[in-house]
């Protein structure tokens, strides 16, 4: 991992997520968590001031040492006790099979290099009835919108630390051995449609 990655990228994410209507869509998508919470590409830890009181303790993964610093200081001021480890997400996890009742990505899907491997892992971690909470953006529907995911996804990926435009987040979830139990799809309003189509759901295993 380079400088650019370690140094730069932290600093701009951090940039382009805080924004008002990000906090509220992480609210939103939050709300379900419940128990022990692991929180894959936790980065900064943006999501930490959203997490609802029903959270008895959160355990942050993220591969990037750039941003630890941050990530520790907003979980030490959270009000539930937390962890955060360096480590990839669509690498074998740390965690006993079952540890979690919750498991969230936000914005994460699009970036971890094998998703289907970091699903697998998110399901094996999960305990049996637990929840899968997930916002994400990726493939959108129009065809139109499609043919400027894949013409932007190379320059997109080297911006943005391997961020992919065009994953087809809900089929990839399910096929995954998810089931949504709710779900929404749309565009965000202030965004443009190539980076825009998002999911918020609640899935669970098959």
Known sequence: MGFYERRILPKLLEKLMSDAETARLRK?????ARGRVLEIGFGTGLNVPQYPAAVT??????PNPGVEKLAKQRLAAAPIPGEFRLGPGDASLPYENGQFDTVVTTYVLCTVGDVDRALTEIRRVLKQGGQYLLLEHGLAPDAGVQKWQTRMNGFNRV???????NRPIAQIVTGAGFTFQTSKEFYRADTPKLAGWTTRGVAVKN
């Open 159 to 165: 911006v943005l630390g391997g961020c992919n435009l």
């Open 57 to 62: 303790h959160l355990t942050g993964v993220d």
């Open 28 to 32: 939103e998508a939050l709300a379900p």
